[in-house]
């Protein structure tokens, strides 16, 4: 399966400071999520955007979904040092929903306390 | 949210054994779960799709008779490695989707295995 890509692949940024993440993927999609994932653990859903969708916010997140370009971003505002973790985009492939997800390679963000 | 859990959360075996994973949905059925394999640093990277009282489905690349999967019923699914080998070692995640209205799909905490 074709997995999307990210950058940076790593981030290392002070507390306080905004956190800004990029995902691209291949095909066409129903829908994109982004996760975190703390080391050696599971991973948390954090927000997920729709096609139809241009940006959401949760909290300090914030997505935005560009369908032309095939790519979102992921900005986290003033971090804190419990966000250090990666964090992985997924899409949700057409055509057909199957809840099959697509990961991104991941970006690791350290923020520094 | 919805909790899946994972057992066990680590195993160590000796090359040639078998190792079997439960991954279980706690408060909402799912018809459908899946299983990752994450190396270190790397991403997740779909093993197969496992469908209640059917088949998986394997993805391109994974050997279905060394990866057993059975769903059994609608809050169990078991992922089982067969004769296990020291590249079989690796961080396996499961997750369901609960398919109400909402799309969200929960993941397991994972589960470490180390082949000897």
């Known amino acids: 399966s074709q997995q999307g890509e990210e950058d940076p692949q790593a981030l290392s940024i002070q507390e306080g400071e905004n956190a800004t993440m990029n995902c691209s993927y291949k095909t066409s999609i129903n829908n994109l999520q982004w996760y975190r994932q703390n080391s050696g653990r599971g991973l948390v859903h954090l927000i997920l955007?729709?096609?139809?969708?241009r940006e959401k916010h949760s909290g300090r997140l914030r997505v935005t979904l560009d369908t032309s370009k095939k790519s979102s971003s992921l900005l986290i505002t003033a971090s804190r040092a419990a966000d250090t973790a990666s964090y992985f985009c997924?899409?949700?492939?057409?055509?057909?929903?199957?809840?099959?997800?697509?990961f991104g390679q991941g970006t690791t963000l350290q923020v520094k306390p | 949210g919805a909790v899946v859990s994972q057992h066990p959360s680590r195993v160590i075996c000796k090359s040639g054994t078998s190792v079997k994973i439960e991954c279980r949905s706690l408060?909402?059925?799912?018809?459908?779960m899946f299983w990752y394999r994450q190396f270190p640093k790397q991403s997740l990277m779909l093993m197969a799709t496992?469908?209640?009282?059917?088949?998986?489905?394997?993805e391109q690349g994974v050997e279905k008779d060394k990866f057993l999967i059975n769903h059994a019923s609608l809050t169990l699914s078991t992922l089982t490695v067969t004769s296990a080998h020291p590249e079989d070692s690796s961080f396996y995640i499961c997750?369901?989707?609960?398919f109400g209205p909402g799309e969200t799909q929960y993941f397991g905490p994972g589960t470490r295995l180390l082949v000897l």
């Open positions: 496992s469908n209640e009282g059917s088949k998986a489905t394997y």
């Open positions: 955007i729709r096609s139809n969708e």
């Open positions: 997750s369901a989707r609960d």
């Open positions: 997924a899409t949700d492939a057409l055509p057909s929903n199957t809840g099959k997800l697509i």
């Open positions: 408060d909402f059925q799912a018809t459908t």
